[in-house]
Every structure is written in C-alpha cells, then in structure tokens.
C-alpha cells in the first residue's frame, strides 16, 4: 500500500499519519509513503517518520532537500539512482557538475 502524501507533516496531521499507517500494518499489509508532494516536515512529522520507518515503513520520493534532512535524523529514505548521482546543476553557469 502506496500512501501519496502532500503538504505538511506536522502538529497533528503527523498523529493522524502514525495511526493510519500502523492501522495498515495490522492488515497485514506492507506500507510506503510517497514524499514527493511534501513541502514542510514538522519535528512531531520527523519522530513520526522515524518510528514508521524503524517498523517497516518504506519511505520513498522525497525531494532531496526533504530526503537529506530525514538522512540527517537517520531515517532511511529510498532513492532513485538519478538522485544519487551527481548530475548537472542548471543554475551554474556553464551547466557543469556540481563537484
């Protein structure tokens, strides 16, 4: 079960997020949560995280800003090959690698 999170995760949306989660789990089921459209963690939403993610919950799509600071909490976040290499920045001049 794919859980396609947006916004924030804070205050008690993170609670509400904890539950639906652990209800899913109790089925029986194996659950990931898609970052890709949260702009804003909150610490409530990085305790949370981080408690999902030591029971098993796959965390997965986050921007890199997002997936870096869950890294630095030591959540393990999955990413994608593109996102562990170093590619092109496009704000550089000259488009070169960011090295």
Do not use: H
């Amino acid at each position: 079960m794919v859980l396609i999170l947006q916004g924030r995760i804070a205050a008690e949306w993170a609670g509400v997020l904890e539950r639906e989660c652990q209800e899913l789990s109790r089925s029986d089921l194996l659950v990931a949560l898609d970052l890709s459209g949260v702009v804003f963690i909150g610490r409530s939403g990085l305790e949370v995280l981080g408690r999902l993610s030591r029971t098993g919950v796959e965390i997965m799509g986050c921007s890199p800003l997002i997936a870096d600071m869950l890294e630095q909490e030591g959540i393990e976040v999955g990413r994608t090959i593109e996102e562990t290499n170093d590619g092109e920045v496009p704000w550089k001049r000259g488009g070169g690698t960011d090295a």
